[in-house]
């Protein structure tokens, strides 16, 4: 069974080497479960905001900032008065 022991801030090492397959099946079941999320995506879950030590960003601007992390392509904002 897989940990978490990776994301020990004392850098505890994880207890084995995980195989290929383990790997290839753990990013199968992320792939999958960003597509139900995404599918399910609604004005108002989008809105709802994420908290962090640094801030609050919405869910949506979480999502930007991750697309433009790794492609650095996203979406044009829409402002929207409130």
Same mark, same amino acid.
Request: hydrophobic content about 40%.
């Given at each position: 069974?897989?940990?978490? %022991? %990776?994301?020990? =801030? *004392?850098?505890?090492? =994880?207890?084995? !080497?995980?195989?290929?397959? %383990?790997?290839?099946?753990? #990013?199968?079941?992320? $792939?999958?479960?960003?597509?139900?999320? #995404? #599918?399910?995506?609604? =004005?108002?879950? #989008? *809105?709802? /905001?994420? /908290?962090? =030590?640094?801030? %609050?960003?919405?869910?949506?601007?979480? &999502?930007?900032?991750? &697309? $433009?992390? /790794?492609?650095? !392509?996203?979406? /044009?904002? !829409?402002? $929207?008065?409130?």
């Amino acid at each position: 069974m897989l940990g978490l %022991e %990776e994301l020990n =801030p *004392a850098g505890v090492l =994880p207890p084995r !080497v995980y195989t290929r397959a %383990e790997l290839r099946g753990c #990013a199968g079941h992320c $792939r999958a479960r960003v597509a139900d999320v #995404a #599918a399910g995506l609604t =004005p108002e879950s #989008a *809105a709802r /905001r994420c /908290r962090f =030590p640094w801030g %609050e960003v919405t869910y949506a601007g979480q &999502l930007n900032l991750l &697309l $433009r992390q /790794r492609t650095d !392509v996203t979406p /044009r904002w !829409v402002a $929207r008065g409130r």
